[in-house]
């Protein structure tokens, strides 16, 4: 079985958010197409500051998306309380600052224990899958297994950033790494952040990550030959391991 794809679309709603409009450029019509092409789940980032998803998005995307709808979200009242309104299929815990462009690294699972694991039993017990963001870093696996997460998802934006090919090898071992020792606790293993059509293909063959959540780099090639061929051409990556 091949891993999934889960294409964001929190770019389509960036590109609309520049002119306050409603619905244009339409990130549910975006996941529709994504989803006709192939794209297992739909994933998207309701912020605190609302720069890009908005609430009417996650609303209408929870009512008829025909795939998963993954809410990535803060570990904040706000965000929860909206989580278990809506109750998407999971729920993704990331680390939040107003002044990022985009999510930096992973959460703190072990400094913000108590917090976490009161949230990821309220997704639980809501049936939600709790899924939390983190750096390839042993000791965040284990206090995420600790804590009762269904799966992590591993940040590898330091693997798709690197500046040549021993940090490469080091990130990449690092995620390797991570990612055995959170299989093996019995976690679904998840990965993004940075990925796109090239960097993507070494990660296709550590055979324990499930999903990949993706969307820069396809909305970015979407911009050239359209959402529904960049979104097959990322699943036909994935199902062929590049």
């Known amino acids: 079985m091949y891993p999934r794809l889960g294409v964001n679309i929190d770019h389509i709603a960036t590109l609309r958010q520049v002119r306050r409009l409603v619905s244009c450029p339409d990130p549910v019509y975006a996941a529709f197409i994504a989803a006709e092409a192939g794209a297992d789940q739909i994933t998207c980032h309701l912020r605190e500051d609302r720069r890009h998803i908005q609430d009417r998005d996650l609303k209408i995307l929870k009512e008829t998306v025909p795939v998963r709808l993954n809410l990535e979200m803060a570990n904040t009242q706000e965000m929860l309380?909206?989580?278990?309104?809506?109750?998407?299929?999971?729920?993704?815990?990331?680390?939040?600052?107003?002044?990022?462009?985009?999510?930096?690294?992973?959460?703190?699972?072990?400094?913000?224990?108590?917090?976490?694991?009161?949230?990821?039993?309220m997704l639980s017990d809501a049936g939600v899958r709790a899924c939390l963001f983190i750096d390839p870093d042993l000791d965040q696996v284990k206090a995420s297994h600790k804590i009762s997460a269904d799966a992590v998802e591993i940040h590898t934006g330091r693997f798709c950033e690197a500046k040549n090919p021993v940090e490469e090898e080091q990130e990449f071992q690092a995620i390797a790494t991570a990612t055995r020792a959170a299989k093996k606790l019995g976690l679904a293993v998840h990965a993004g952040h940075g990925l796109n059509y090239h960097n993507l293909k070494r990660l296709l063959h550590i055979d324990e990550i499930e999903e990949y959540n993706i969307g820069h780099s396809i909305v970015a090639r979407a911009l050239f030959t359209g959402l529904d061929q960049a979104v097959r051409e990322m699943v036909e990556l994935i199902r062929h391991k590049g």
């Open 81 to 121: 309380k909206i989580a278990l309104y809506l109750k998407p299929f999971s729920a993704t815990l990331v680390p939040e600052k107003r002044e990022e462009i985009t999510t930096e690294g992973g959460l703190d699972v072990m400094q913000h224990q108590s917090s976490l694991q009161r949230t990821v039993g």
